[in-house]
């Protein structure tokens, strides 16, 4: 896995799980990287991160059929 370094303005109060949970959640929802990656990415179980997607404003299903039968294949 790559290693990302990010300088925020100290205004910037969020935490680091919000923030890894942001960037996870629009990975995923881009197609970019898969359910168990972006789970991966936060540092949670796959169960974890779909039960918390829809806090911040994601949604668990793909654009497509096939990516949902994908999901629950591989859930």
């Known amino acids: ?3 990302l370094t990010i300088n925020l303005p ?3 109060e969020s935490e680091e799980f919000e ?3 942001l960037l996870a959640g629009q ?3 881009r ?3 898969t359910l168990g990656q972006a789970a991966d990415i936060v540092g949670i179980s796959k169960v974890t991160f779909i039960e918390i997607m829809g ?3 994601f949604s668990i299903f793909g654009d ?3 990516d ?3 999901d629950i294949s591989n859930a």
Do not use: C, H, N, P
Request: glycine share 8%; no cysteine.
């Open 27 to 29: 990975l995923y929802e």
């Open 10 to 12: 100290e205004a910037v």
């Open 68 to 70: 949902l039968k994908a």
């Open 19 to 21: 923030l890894k949970m």
């Open 64 to 66: 497509s059929i096939e």
């Open 1 to 3: 896995m790559k290693t």
């Open 55 to 57: 806090r911040f404003g």
């Open 31 to 33: 197609g970019k990287v």
